[in-house]
């Protein structure tokens, strides 16, 4: 008789970089790391004086407020559709992260019809080198 694993993951997130870890066998396994390209790394083309002062509402589903720029929305949906591909095969989700990035990427994943009936959960963390990231979602999955 074959017996079914849930597939588990967790992924850190913020506005410059994810890091997949999934749990496999009692074990917490680092997967990769996906850079986004939502702020421009070139500072001469960036006013960064003036990113702080726009208030901008982005409201793709009417759930998300934040302070970026309208010239990063179209990388910040690219670098959340390219993480919701590597996710859809998990059925429970970790996200962790410092900021507003984590729970827009949360709202993404509510709204998106593939991941309907999945568990997802979402905590407010700072930074935490890879091992302690292996380390905290190891914990957070095994019962």
Known sequence: MQTFTTRKVGIWIDQSKACLIEFRDGNAIFLETIS??????????????????IQFSYDLCGLRSSRISTSHIPNLQ???KKLREQLISFEDILILGPGVVKDQFYNELKLDQQYHGKFIA????????????I?????????
């Open 135 to 143: 380390l905290y979602i190891n914990d957070f999955f095994n019962p």
């Open 36 to 53: 986004s390209n939502i702020l421009n790394n070139n500072k001469s083309t960036v006013d960064y004086s003036r990113i702080n002062k």
């Open 78 to 80: 690219k670098y959340f």
């Open 122 to 133: 979402v905590q407010n963390k700072g930074n935490f080198s890879e091992k302690q990231l």
